[in-house]
């Protein structure tokens, strides 16, 4: 079956640097496109980044432009968010989506940038 | 593209019909002709998962009392007859242009 399974969250100081992987399994990864969605405590979801599925074109949100980077390993089957300069604004748990319509998600991996 | 819902949030009786509008601020028609919006299901303390793509396509294993409708910059979501496991917050979504939600409809159990 269908598996998203996100990792890399934790605390972080303001300013400092996170990455998160996205494992997935029971499906061909290159035929899909990748999203990354994230969620701050009892507010609405976001999305922040998504990645073709042949890595040919990225987009992000106004929100983390510059500091974000989405990437995707083939031979890993996994999705990449390297996040960079982190505020506390960016305190929220992060979900990987799968496909064009988000069809499957993770389950989510909590981030928490505080000094 | 700016995702409106309304209401912010509605308590149903069990059993009983629940609507929830979604508008957008384009036109979500494509010209491959396909509706780019999407809605979804976000139960207490879960993942948000899809129920209806392409404005009115039932995902794999969504019960059909969920229906979805519209075209343009106006939809809807029906659930013809609510039940306990539907009370959860729903969001739109468009993929016309990248993403972006609605800021979501609480639903709760009368």
Redesign the interface.
């Known amino acids: 079956q269908v598996q998203l399974v996100e990792s890399g969250g934790g605390l972080v100081h303001p300013g400092g640097s996170l990455r998160l992987t996205c494992e997935v399994s029971g499906f061909t990864f290159s035929h899909f496109y990748m ?1 990354w ?1 994230r969620q701050a405590s009892g507010k ?4 922040i980044a ?1 990645i073709s599925s042949n890595d040919d074109a990225k ?1 992000y ?1 106004e929100s983390v432009e510059g500091r974000f980077t989405i990437s995707r390993d083939y031979g890993r089957n996994s999705l990449y968010l390297q996040m960079n300069n982190l505020g506390v604004e960016d305190t929220a748990v992060y ?1 990987c989506a799968r496909g ?9 991996t909590l981030v928490t940038v505080s000094s | 593209i700016v995702m409106t819902q309304t209401p912010f949030s509605l308590s149903v009786t069990p059993g009983q019909p629940a609507s929830i509008s979604c508008k957008s601020g384009r036109s979500l028609l494509h010209s491959d002709g396909k509706t ?1 919006l ?1 809605w ?1 299901l ?1 139960r207490p303390g879960q ?4 129920l209806i ?2 404005g009115s396509s039932r ?1 794999s294993g969504v019960p059909d009392r969920f229906s979805g409708s519209g075209s343009g910059t106006d939809f809807t979501l029906k659930i013809s007859r609510v039940e306990a496991e539907d009370v959860g ?1 729903y ?1 739109c ?1 468009q ?1 016309l242009d ?7 409809t609480r639903l709760e159990m009368k």
């Open positions: 999203s969605i609405g979801l976001e999305w998504y987009y949100s979900y064009v319509g988000l069809g499957h998600w993770g389950q989510g | 780019y999407y979804y976000q993942s948000p998962h899809l793509y392409e995902f917050v969001y979504m993929a990248v993403y972006s939600f609605g800021q979501g």
